[in-house]
């Protein structure tokens, strides 16, 4: 996760848009967010600035600021011992009884009956041929 903050040059909210919906369509994108009166867009994810900043050349001057990590709030959870029920072990034999009927039923929805074909030959049909 990086954040990345670029200097735009915003003079109207219709860059605004545009810009916004450049960048937010760009994969890895996390979280967008433009301050107008500094002309500054903060990008968060992983994303690659440089190629960032080219798409957004497109619709206005950009700069790139500062790269650096996201700053991630660690939120330490307090952890609970929680006792799993243990599993009732089964007969060896139940357990291939049950394997066996997976298998049977996977294997026999592959095993679909095959179309017949019905052909003919001159020899059968002397009258299927005629030449004009």
Same mark, same amino acid.
């Given at each position: 996760?990086?954040?990345?903050?670029?200097?735009?040059?915003?003079?109207?909210?219709?860059?605004?848009?545009?810009?916004?919906?450049? =960048?937010?369509?760009?994969?890895?994108?996390?979280?967008?967010?433009?301050?107008?009166?500094?002309?500054?867009?903060?990008?968060?994810?992983?994303?690659?600035? =440089?190629? =960032?900043?080219? @798409?957004?050349? *497109?619709?206005?001057?950009?700069?790139?600021?500062?790269?650096? /990590?996201? @700053?991630? +709030? *660690?939120?330490?959870?307090?952890?609970?011992?929680?006792? @799993?029920? +243990? +599993? @009732?072990?089964?007969? /060896? *034999?139940?357990?291939?009884?049950?394997? =066996?009927?997976?298998?049977?039923?996977?294997? #026999?929805?592959?095993?679909? /009956?095959?179309?017949?074909?019905?052909?003919?030959?001159?020899?059968? #049909?002397? #009258?299927?041929?005629?030449?004009?």
């Amino acid at each position: 996760m990086k954040k990345v903050v670029l200097k735009l040059e915003l003079y109207d909210d219709k860059i605004k848009k545009k810009a916004m919906k450049a =960048v937010s369509g760009r994969s890895g994108v996390e979280s967008v967010s433009v301050d107008m009166k500094d002309q500054k867009m903060t990008l968060i994810g992983d994303i690659d600035p =440089v190629r =960032v900043v080219g @798409k957004l050349r *497109k619709l206005c001057h950009a700069e790139i600021l500062s790269v650096g /990590p996201a @700053k991630e +709030e *660690k939120k330490e959870e307090p952890k609970k011992e929680e006792k @799993k029920p +243990e +599993e @009732k072990k089964k007969d /060896p *034999k139940e357990e291939l009884a049950e394997l =066996v009927k997976t298998y049977e039923a996977y294997y #026999n929805q592959m095993r679909l /009956p095959q179309p017949h074909y019905y052909y003919t030959t001159v020899e059968e #049909n002397p #009258n299927g041929c005629t030449i004009c």
